[in-house]
T-cell receptor, first 118, second 107 residues
Framework: GAVVSQHPSRVICKSGTSVKIECRSLDFQATTMFWYRQFPKQSLMLMATSNEGSKATYEQGVEKDKFLINHASLTLSTLTVTSAHPEDSSFYIC??????????????FGNGTRLTVT | RKEVEQDPGPFNVPEGATVAFNCTYSNSASQSFFWYRQDCRKEPKLLMS???SGNEDGRFTAQLNRASQYISLLIRDSKLSDSATYLCVVDGQNFVFGPGTRLSVLP
């Protein structure tokens, strides 16, 4: 089955630093990847849609200059949290599907990154 | 109205019980439907897709009612390992997640 790998799984950083999270589709090409954030006891919230070779599409309320997304290849998308602050502490999860136009193609998730900003 | 809504839960049921979750969606153009389960502090994992004719996978049965725009998940003979949060996911233009319903299966 499809596998999505996300790295790192856990990161602790100091306020003001930047953190990069990688998301790779291991056995399929993903023209579109999605980045989610999840706060404790809440559901997943879509942050942005990452499109290979073009700019990401951000959801309302998500700062594109703070959450930089790069989708340089069909198998890799990165999310960089710039100048992280404690309120950015959250669980970040990426996902991908084989094809956005392939109905009934489910999302496959990375194992998530737990970010703690001190 | 939220795009996807689910039973608020939590559901606390004894082992062996049958439990049903409901999910409603607002976008009538939605094409694909899924149930995911999410364990505490882990990523969601696909439980099953939901097909128009309804489908079953072992103890799990999913139903779709397009006219009423709702999806259901039935778990029979519940196990302790079924304890998790169950997320309804609807794919229209984007994948939209419901808030989830927490299930605790008690010994």
């Amino acid at each position: 089955g499809a596998v999505v790998s996300q790295h790192p799984s856990r990161v602790i950083c100091k306020s003001g630093t930047s953190v990069k999270i990688e998301c790779r589709s291991l056995d399929f090409q993903a023209t579109t990847m999605f980045w989610y954030r999840q706060f404790p006891k809440q559901s997943l919230m879509l942050m942005a849609t990452s499109n290979e070779g073009s700019k990401a599409t951000y959801e309302q309320g998500v700062e594109k200059d703070k959450f930089l997304i790069n989708h340089a290849s069909l198998t890799l998308s990165t999310l960089t949290v710039t100048s992280a602050h404690p309120e950015d502490s959250s669980f970040y999860i990426c996902s991908a599907t084989r094809g956005i136009l392939d109905y009934n193609s489910p999302l496959h998730f990375g194992n998530g990154t737990r970010l703690t900003v001190t | 109205r939220k795009e996807v809504e689910q039973d608020p839960g939590p559901f606390n049921v004894p082992e062996g019980a049958t439990v049903a979750f409901n999910c409603t969606y607002s976008n009538s153009a939605s094409q694909s439907f899924f149930w995911y389960r999410q364990d505490c502090r882990k990523e969601p994992k696909l439980l099953m897709s939901v097909y128009s004719s309804g489908n079953e996978d072992g103890r799990f049965t999913a139903q779709l009612n397009r006219a009423s725009q709702y999806i259901s998940l039935l778990i029979r003979d519940s196990k302790l390992s079924d304890s998790a949060t169950y997320l309804c996911v609807v794919d229209g233009q984007n994948f939209v997640f419901g808030p989830g319903t927490r299930l605790s299966v008690l010994p």
